[in-house]
């Protein structure tokens, strides 16, 4: 089409931001870092390379995501311990926080729930910032490799993308069949993964992850949690996923819990106040 004569003025105008999210309750980090110095660990859960692994931590404690052997990418799923429909929802984060999420940034439940259920505490590549390419860490933009799009885009029966190994961990932590645990799972928090949109034809990218053993990501529980991690195919993700050829690592889980009255003063956040009417009596 031939561009309207107002078309650079048109392009001209300045964006505003959807979710000002100035109003959004804050968490008190201070409040969190002083409990973590006095927390003593759980326990750990090794996750191994191109499979998942479950864990489960009670509102009010900590758990630590860490590269171990080698730069590699994890999937992170999250839902209330207690009921699985509410689950972390990626895109409503995204549209909250941003792209990639960062300490003080939190991974939201979805509807009717929205509400936290994690809190970011620590994050030792938020040097990383934004690259030249307009890449980041830790995304809420892509979804998990799967074996559907594999299937679609090149005919392939690939067994260990993240989707399939969130559904076998799921499957196994809670007794659902297979199908049922499939269900569950959802787009993730693409945690150490190196993301973004390239400027000039808009689609996803991935290069290789800035993460390097000893890295970690450091999360509070603000509600009861089961998560599942996948230590995805892709390994570092700089080549490609969805197959056996990139070299691999584990990645590590540790839950750990604050001294007794070391959260006084804070309370796990309620369910979201909308009265779910949508209008009607
Ligand atoms: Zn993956």
Same mark, same amino acid.
């Given at each position: ?74 999937? $992170? ?21 941003? +792209?990639?999420? +960062? ?15 994690? +809190? ?38 690939? &067994? ?23 269900? &569950?799972?959802?787009?993730? $928090? ?38 599942? $991690? ?20 584990? $990645? ?30």
């Amino acid at each position: 089409m031939t561009e309207p004569s107002d078309a650079a003025a048109r392009r001209a105008v300045e964006p505003v931001i959807c979710y000002p999210n100035e109003t959004l309750p804050v968490p008190d980090l201070e409040l969190y870092a002083q409990a973590r110095k006095g927390a003593v660990k759980l326990g750990e859960v090794v996750v191994p390379p191109r499979d998942a692994a479950c864990f489960r931590v009670k509102a009010g404690q900590f758990f630590r995501i860490s590269s171990v052997e080698g730069p590699q990418v994890g999937d $992170l799923n999250l839902w209330n311990a207690e009921d699985l429909s509410e689950r972390f929802y990626s895109g409503k984060s995204r549209a909250l926080h941003g +792209t990639h999420l +960062t300490v003080g940034e939190r991974m939201w439940s979805s509807f009717p729930y929205l509400r936290p259920m994690a +809190t970011i505490i620590t994050d030792t590549l938020d040097w990383y910032g934004i690259d030249a390419y307009g890449g980041s860490v830790h995304d809420v933009i892509g979804t998990r490799c799967d074996p559907y799009t594999g299937n679609l885009l090149s005919g392939t029966q690939y &067994h260990h993308c993240c989707h399939s190994n969130l559904t076998r961990a799921l499957a196994d932590e809670t007794g659902l069949s297979l199908h049922e645990a499939e269900a &569950h799972v959802h787009d993730v $928090l693409n945690v150490f993964m190196c993301t973004g949109f390239t400027r000039d034809t808009g689609q996803y990218f991935m290069k290789a992850s800035p993460v390097r053993p000893g890295d970690h990501l450091e999360f509070f529980a603000e509600i009861d949690l089961l998560g599942a $991690l996948s230590a995805c195919p892709g390994g570092d993700c700089s080549t490609e996923h969805s197959s056996d050829t990139a070299r691999c690592h584990p $990645l590590l889980v540790e839950m750990f819990e604050p001294a007794q009255g070391a959260l006084n003063g804070w309370v796990s956040p309620p369910v979201n106040g909308y009265d779910r009417s949508h209008g009607r009596a």
